[in-house]
């Protein structure tokens, strides 16, 4: 069966980076899209952005260009999200997600999720 | 300020039918696949359905989805205690390149 693993909370100061990790099990981790979407606090969700993890592509949201960086190593099934010049409003719980269906043309909805990753921002 | 507009709430008793809205645009909604995520309180969010009205394996059929042009919604038939949840929208948008979600609806099973 599919499954998502994330890395485990995380505190950080403010300007420092961050890296969450996502360990997928169960299917071709080469075949799917892998999203980022995160939820502050009692908020809703707000997509960062998603990885081909056969090419390497990557597209981000507007909102993170320059700050986020998402790679992957499919040596081990692997997707990360780095997020840099933290700010107390980063602090989230940031989820992956793979795309439902395989194969690298539109997206088809978020099938599959990570249990999540706190991170806290705070000085 | 989410681009697809949900109301906040909405609620039911157990055995009625529900309906949350979803409004967009033509470059998301107008022009793209519908997606509902329901999200129960503590835990990660999950889809229930996709491509505007088809439900992933596993998810009753008492949930149902539909699109009118730029808007869409989700019905819950035959309501029970275990879908109070967090309802979430979601298309693709054109303009900004990447899918949108609504603000949530928070489903109360009175």
């Known amino acids: 069966q599919v499954q998502l693993v994330q890395s485990g909370a995380e505190v950080k100061k403010p300007g420092a980076s961050v890296k969450v990790s996502c360990k997928a099990s169960?299917?071709?981790?080469?075949?799917?899209?892998m999203h980022w979407v995160r939820q502050a606090p009692g908020q809703g969700l707000e997509w960062m952005g998603r990885?081909?993890?056969?090419?390497?592509?990557?597209n981000y949201a507007q909102k993170f260009q320059g700050r986020v960086t998402m790679t992957r190593d499919t040596s081990i099934s692997t997707a990360y999200m780095e997020l840099s010049r933290l700010r107390s409003d980063d602090t989230a719980v940031y989820y992956c997600?793979?795309?439902?269906?395989?194969?690298?043309?539109?997206?088809?909805?978020?099938?599959?999720w990570g249990q999540g990753t706190l991170v806290t921002v705070s000085s | 300020q989410s681009v697809l507009t949900q109301p906040p709430s909405a609620s039911g008793t157990p055995g009625q039918r529900v309906t949350i809205s979803c409004s967009g645009s033509?470059?998301?909604?107008?022009?793209?696949?519908v997606y509902w995520y329901q999200q129960l309180p503590g835990t990660a969010p999950k889809l229930l359905i996709y491509?505007?009205?088809q439900r992933p394996s596993g998810v009753p059929d008492r949930f149902s989805g539909s699109k009118s042009g730029t808007s869409a919604s989700l019905a819950i038939s035959g309501l029970r205690s275990e879908d109070e949840a967090d309802y979430y929208c979601?298309?693709?948008?054109?303009?900004?390149?990447?899918?949108?979600f609504g603000g949530g609806t928070k489903l109360t099973v009175l």
């Open positions: 979601a298309a693709w948008d054109d303009s900004l390149s990447g899918p949108i």
């Open positions: 990885i081909n993890p056969n090419s390497g592509g990557t």
């Open positions: 997600a793979r795309d439902l269906f395989k194969g690298f043309g539109s997206s088809q909805g978020l099938g599959y």
């Open positions: 033509s470059s998301n909604i107008g022009s793209n696949y």
């Open positions: 169960g299917y071709t981790f080469t075949g799917y899209y």
């Open positions: 491509r505007n009205n």
